[in-house]
């Protein structure tokens, strides 16, 4: 079994910064792309950050130059450092992980952790 589990959200006042974590474990033989989605209030999940095993990372556009994903692979971790943050960025934001688990190629998700920017 594989578990993804995020952490680092909370409230923060425009302006401010945030930095998310989200770990996975379990019985990964390797994880390849992970990623960062959100979901606001009446609003469908969008794909916020991606980030492939070597680092090279794609951002939505409403977050270029804000915000940046990084991660560590020995610890099977991708975080999130979230810069200039907007009341917009209210959301609950999730990671995912492509993982090779006991020879299979599988998508996991982690269960949210929820970003409140206040104006």
């Known amino acids: 079994q594989v578990q993804l589990v995020e952490s680092g959200g909370g409230l923060v006042q425009a302006g401010g910064s945030l930095r998310l974590s989200c770990a996975a474990s379990?019985?990964?033989?390797?994880?390849?792309?992970m990623r960062w989605y959100r979901q606001a209030p009446g609003k469908q999940r969008e794909l916020v950050a991606d980030i492939a095993r070597g680092g090279s990372s794609v951002y939505v556009d409403s977050v270029k130059g804000r915000f940046t994903a990084s991660r560590d692979n020995a610890k099977n971790t991708v975080y999130l450092r979230m810069n200039s943050l907007k009341p917009e960025d209210t959301a609950v934001y999730y990671c995912?992980?492509?993982?090779?688990?006991?020879?299979?190629?599988?998508?996991?998700w982690g269960q949210g952790t929820q970003v409140t920017v206040s104006s």
């Open positions: 995912n992980a492509d993982a090779w688990v006991a020879g299979t190629f599988k998508t996991y």
């Open positions: 379990g019985s990964i033989s390797s994880i390849n792309a």
